[in-house]
């Protein structure tokens, strides 16, 4: 299969400092890239980590940018041929001002660096998006495999207050409705929840319902609902594979097979028989049937649930994030 990685050296990546695209930006730098990373702040230490990866001193500058800042996006992506648009905000929950929060940031932002990747003339732009653009479908009949066809409804989302799906919905759209008006190369990558271990010190929203539910705090307990994780390593080399196969295109769905709830906590229970877990169950009967067959087809390999797992907890153990069993 032909790739472009030849013709391809300086990308950038934005929101570096978070969860999946300090990753993304460490395996970019072991593949030899000079990456731009965009933060919002370079003198937090919360971004620190990044200036420590391997071969960061060389090859990796960062860039005080705000997704609502134009100037400041196109400082970032300019000299680049090739951008992952990582940064969106992750907020789920505790909701006031759900056009602040998250849509424009997500929507505004994508438009932002897909104004600056048309300017710059990128060739490839890999935007994460998330299952959470594909799963809040009504309509989809039930029980049938969910494929990258299937997009949430955004008056479904908005009736159900669901902010977050929302956010990324109209961003992704936003990003076809860009390359289809400009011809800019546009793929995605829609992953499902995403756990692993972590490079930067402050604990990002899906490794914290992990975290929850190693400690027994968790609310999502629907016993008989399916659940989809995936590994943040095998997330950002589906970032880059997505970004060097030249044959990519369209959305692309990240996840491993899904898994029964019920099932899951068994298979924790199985690994971790001293942690606490939440007993009551409630049913919800619903179930998500998803697959990665597209990825998998042009060559995604990705780590087991249980390794991914195991990884997690021994990453949350040593950060003392979770007492020892
Ligand atoms: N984790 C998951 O389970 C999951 C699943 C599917 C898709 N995704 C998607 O993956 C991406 C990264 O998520 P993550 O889990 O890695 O979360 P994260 O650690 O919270 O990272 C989010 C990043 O977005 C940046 N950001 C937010 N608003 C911004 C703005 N206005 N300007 C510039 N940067 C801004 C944040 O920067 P600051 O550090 O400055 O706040 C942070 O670097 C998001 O697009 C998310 O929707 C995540």
């Not at 648009?85 to 759900?98: E, M």
């Not at 969910?146 to 977050?164: A, I, L, P, R």
């Not at 080399?237 to 990240?254: N, T, V, W």
């Amino acid at each position: 299969m032909e790739e472009h990685k030849s013709e391809i050296g300086r990308v950038c990546v934005t929101g570096a400092g978070g969860f999946i695209a300090s990753w993304l930006v460490k395996l970019l730098l072991s593949k030899g890239y000079k990456v731009h990373g965009t933060v919002r702040d370079p003198s937090n230490e919360k971004n620190d980590h990044l200036k420590k990866l391997d071969k960061a001193t060389e090859n990796l500058q960062l860039f005080k940018a705000d997704l609502l800042d134009y100037n400041t996006v196109e400082a970032a992506i300019s000299g680049c041929e090739g951008v992952f648009h990582v940064a969106s905000p992750v907020i789920l929950s505790g909701i006031s001002n759900p056009e602040e929060e998250l849509i424009k940031p997500a929507l505004v932002g994508t438009k932002n660096v897909l104004k600056a990747c048309t300017k710059a003339n990128v060739k490839r732009v890999v935007v994460v998006s998330s299952i959470s653009s594909i799963v809040s479908n009504p309509d989809w009949p039930q029980g049938t495999i969910m494929d990258e066809n299937c997009w949430s409804d955004e008056e479904f989302c908005k009736s159900t207050e669901d902010w977050y799906s929302l956010s990324k919905t109209m961003a992704e759209k936003e990003a076809f409705r860009h390359a289809q008006e400009t011809g800019l190369d546009v793929v995605t990558l829609c992953p499902s929840i995403v756990i692993g271990p972590l490079l930067q010190s402050t604990v990002n929203v899906s490794s914290f319902l992990l975290l929850d539910i190693l400690k027994g705090s968790s609310e999502y307990t629907e016993k008989d609902r399916n659940w989809l994780f995936v590994d943040v390593r095998d997330v950002a080399e589906a970032a880059l594979l997505i970004y060097e196969k030249r044959e990519a295109s369209g959305r692309y769905i990240c996840t491993l097979d899904p898994i029964k709830i019920g099932d899951f906590f068994g298979m924790l229970k199985n690994i971790y028989p001293g942690f606490k877990y939440h007993k009551n169950f409630r049913e919800l009967g619903i179930d998500l049937h998803m697959s990665s067959e597209k990825l998998r087809k042009i060559g995604w390999k990705h780590r087991t649930l249980k390794e991914a797992v195991s990884d997690s907890v021994q990453y949350y153990e040593e950060a003392g994030l979770l007492k020892k069993e």
